[in-house]
């Protein structure tokens, strides 16, 4: 939740009151924001929740002539998202007890 939501949000909430108007500020999201994949709940509900705040800082600074884009690039499959265990440690290091 910190990586994909909390802390990007916090960066663009930062950002606005100094950014110029008529500039552009961006987020990336992906498609699982749009289109949650099965067993990967954790991963697309953050996604999801700085997709809502970049639609609503989208309205927020329309007003300013500030841009805001959401780049919703493709779902790629990886070892991670298939195992559901982080990459280069085995399962027994990371299992809770």
Do not use: F
Request: glycine fraction near 10%; proline fraction near 7%.
């Amino acid at each position: 939740m910190t990586a994909n939501s909390l802390a990007p949000t916090a960066l663009l909430r930062a950002a606005q009151p100094l950014q110029p108007a008529a500039e552009s500020s961006s987020g990336s999201t992906g498609a699982v924001a749009a289109a949650p994949q099965g067993d990967m709940a954790e991963y697309g509900a953050p996604k999801a929740a700085l997709g809502a705040r970049l639609i609503a800082l989208r309205r927020e600074q329309r007003r300013r002539g500030v841009r805001v884009a959401d780049a919703r690039l493709g779902h790629r499959d990886t070892r991670n998202a298939s195992t559901g265990a982080p990459y280069g440690l085995p399962a027994e290091s990371w299992a809770t007890t």
